[in-house]
């Protein structure tokens, strides 16, 4: 019996490759192709403001560390004796020493500086993440579950259903007794009687 065990994260959250499992990654080729899309990850987020106090400087600090975490894995990834690390959300959050609620809560209620910044961590995570489950190097059931959980996708196969009850001013309102009489004149009178009876407007 094995007494091994797996660690999934390095001692700064950064979530191990080979912790996904699914498929040998000898098989499925090297995650070379992840540096590329870090690398423009990082060039484009250093020309967009964010931080942690709702102000100014907390929004920039959020920012450079936001490029930090993506740089850590870079230089990570880039040791022969190290792991492979996958950039994720939850990741990310440790790494800013924060949860994914606070994380959603800046999103939603921080206004369209935070909104953005974060939109823009969110997609180079999961740039990252499509292009591994595109090469096989993590499951595609996992990449598609954390995009819909995680990346603000919505499953195509997900819809809701909502009853519309608003009756708008150029809406009329029937009440019952009025169809009833309405039903009933109808079968009294001919149809261009009635016509003749409708008001212009």
């Not at 579950?145 to 195509?156: H, I, P």
């Amino acid at each position: 019996m094995s007494t091994k065990t797996t660690q999934k994260h390095d001692e700064k959250g950064g979530r191990y490759l080979d912790s996904y499992k699914r498929y040998d990654v000898a098989e499925a080729g090297e995650p070379d192709n992840i540096a590329p899309i870090i690398d423009v990850a990082i060039k484009r987020l250093r020309g967009r403001p964010a931080a942690y106090e709702e102000s100014s400087e907390g929004l920039e600090r959020f920012r450079n560390n936001c490029i930090g975490y993506l740089e850590y894995i870079q230089e990570q990834n880039q040791r022969p004796d190290c792991k492979k690390i996958v950039p994720d959300i939850e990741g990310l959050t440790v790494f800013l020493g924060i949860t994914r609620n606070t994380l959603s809560l800046y999103e939603r209620n921080r206004g369209e500086d935070w909104k953005e910044q974060i939109d823009q961590i969110k997609n180079a995570i999961m740039a990252v993440k499509k292009e591994l489950a595109f090469h096989q190097q993590i499951p595609t059931v996992y990449a598609i579950f954390d995009q819909v959980n995680n990346g603000d996708y919505r499953n195509v196969s997900e819809f809701k259903l909502q009853a519309e009850t608003t009756t708008t001013s150029d809406q009329i309102a029937l009440s019952q007794e009025e169809i009833h009489q309405i039903a009933e004149q109808a079968q009294r009178e001919s149809i261009s009687e009635l016509i003749e009876q409708l008001p212009d407007e």
